[in-house]
């Protein structure tokens, strides 16, 4: 990673910076002690997703789904998957649209599962629909070159 690498905590909001001569994987929060990377998608609030695309310098991807959605939850684990073999060069995030609605009509969504990756704090790329971890890490790559 280089030396510059901000990640925003996804349990308290706080900047960390991530020396490039210690594993991320290993990195905790200066202020609340947890671990930055845990290998899952962080479920957060519109504030926390606002928060990490502004302050944060690593990609972020963002799920935006709903708990009704059947396509959405076949689609979880799938999500799960791809972070754990992802992180931490990306941050892996959960909006939920019902809970955020405000969000999600500011983004845009118009169906979900939709995926959204974002990097230097704008959108470079977007997906609708479930995919396998496969599919989306295929997807991120592709985006990220």
């Not at 210690?22 to 998608?41: D, I, M, N, V, Y």
Request: aromatic share 6%.
């Amino acid at each position: 990673m280089p030396a510059d690498t901000r990640a925003v905590c996804t349990a308290c909001g706080s900047i960390n910076r991530l020396p490039e001569d210690r594993p991320a994987t290993e990195a905790k929060c200066g202020s609340c002690g947890q671990l930055l990377f845990s290998g899952h998608p962080a479920d957060v609030t519109g504030d926390m997703f606002d928060r990490q695309i502004a302050k944060g310098t690593l990609p972020v991807v963002v799920d935006v789904w709903a708990p009704w959605c059947g396509p959405c939850r076949a689609m979880a684990p799938e999500y799960e998957k791809a972070a754990a073999a992802t992180e931490p060069r990306v941050r892996f995030l959960k909006l939920n649209s019902d809970n955020e609605q405000g969000v999600a009509g500011r983004l845009g969504i118009r169906g979900i599962p939709t995926m959204l990756l974002y990097r230097d704090g704008k959108e470079i790329a977007r997906v609708s629909g479930a995919r396998s971890a496969r599919d989306i890490t295929s997807w991120l790559e592709t985006a990220l070159r």
